[in-house]
Nanobody
Framework: QVQLVESGGGLVQAGGSLRLSCAAS????????MGWFRQAPGKEREFVGA????????SYSDSVQGRFTISRDNAMNTLYLQMNSLKSEDTAVYYC??????????????????WGQGTQVTVSS
């Protein structure tokens, strides 16, 4: 049973940066597609970005393109989301998710079968 644990959230001023981490409990998860999603109060959970663990170029939503970067440390079995130039609109609970196949639908939250508990990011202005 693969489990995901997010960390690194907190309170930051607009224009600042945060790095979120997603640690997988099993190294076999390195073969999965991994994605970041976020959910703000009163809104549906939305796609942030995704990456194939063992290769391929990350994919990002238009709202974070150029500001956020997904990366990985395979030795530590950990996924990262580097968040720069943060805006108040980025305030949300951020979730890490995984699935075995389906890169063409990586943006679709309904296709993921493993989720972390989420970490709160609050951007103050």
């Amino acid at each position: 049973q693969v489990q995901l644990v997010e960390s690194g959230g907190g309170l930051v001023q607009a224009g600042g940066s945060l790095r979120l981490s997603c640690a997988a409990s099993e190294r076999t998860f390195s073969t999965h597609i991994m994605g970041w999603f976020r959910q703000a109060p009163g809104k549906e959970r939305e796609f942030v970005g995704a990456i194939a663990w063992l290769g391929g170029s990350p994919s990002y939503s238009d709202s974070v393109q150029g500001r956020f970067t997904i990366s990985r440390d395979n030795a530590m079995n950990t996924l990262y989301l580097q968040m720069n130039s943060l805006k108040s609109e980025d305030t949300a609970v951020y979730y890490c998710a995984g699935k075995r196949t389906g890169w063409s639908s990586a943006y679709d939250r309904s296709t993921y079968d493993t989720w972390g508990q989420g970490t709160q990011v609050t951007v103050s202005s």
